[in-house]
Every structure is written in C-alpha cells, then in structure tokens.
C-alpha cells in the first residue's frame, strides 16, 4: 500500500512541474531578430566605410546568435580595415573567417557584394604604379641540360696523385 500511495504522489509531483515548467518548443534559442538588426545595421556601417562600427554590430551579433554569418561578416570588416594598414585588424580577419568555416563549412555570403573595390593603401598603389619589368627572350640554346644527362654514363675518373 506504501508503494501505491508513493507512486501516486510521485505522479502528482511530476504533473504539477510540467505546469510549472512550460515546454520551450516555442522559444528560440537565439534573439535572432536582435541579431539580424545588428547584422543589418553592420553591413550599412560597411557600405558606408565605417569600419569601426561595423565591427561593432557585428560583434554584437555574434555574441547573441554566434553562428557561421555573424563571424564571416565581423571577419570581413576586419578585413576592410585591415586593407587600410591595421595588422592587427588582418589577424582577427583572419580568425573570424577561420572560425566561420569552422561553424559552417559550406557557408556562402549572401547578404554583402561589394559594388567598387575598396580603395588601395598607399602601399599598393605605389606597387601598381611601378614600371613592370620585361624579359627579353634572345636566342634560345639547343645545347642539352646538363641536368638531362642519363645516369648510365660514368663519371670522369678522377686524377690520383702519385707518391
């Protein structure tokens, strides 16, 4: 009779916490629509060239929803900052795209296509205004490479030195 009476209460106790616990069936991991603003908020700072506060709404949005999109955007921003002479901002390029395809290895922007190029640093543009130089072909040698030669063929005899 204990033993009824003990699995009645249990059955009790365990229907009164299903009440006081709600099924999170409904509820999203993630505020994603908090994380989509910042996402959107993050690529106009890039269309604009605000690249700081880019990184900014984009790291915000990794922190709340951090998935394979948030670090490949916050990496991008790196990296447009980065092209302005910012080491450091290359190396967290770097590693949020790293840590993107790591979250997603099939990942494919979608959101940002770059409609100009991003204006380049002024080492780049003294590397693109330097005369390239060219090499002139002369007459080209028949003679075999040296390198070409079969291995079946002895070597020289080397001299000995009498005694």
Known sequence: MKNKSLLVMLFLIALSGAAVFPAHGDEELFDTKAATQHMDNGIAYVKAKNFDAAIREFEAAAEINPDAEAYYYLGYAYYLKGRTGDKESRI??????????EIDPNFTPTKLKPTEPVPATQTEQAAQSEPTATVESGPTSTAPDPGDQQLTQPAPPAEQQKE
């Not at 967290?92 to 395809?101: M, T």
């Open 92 to 101: 967290k390029s770097r590693e949020n795209f790293k840590y993107a395809y």
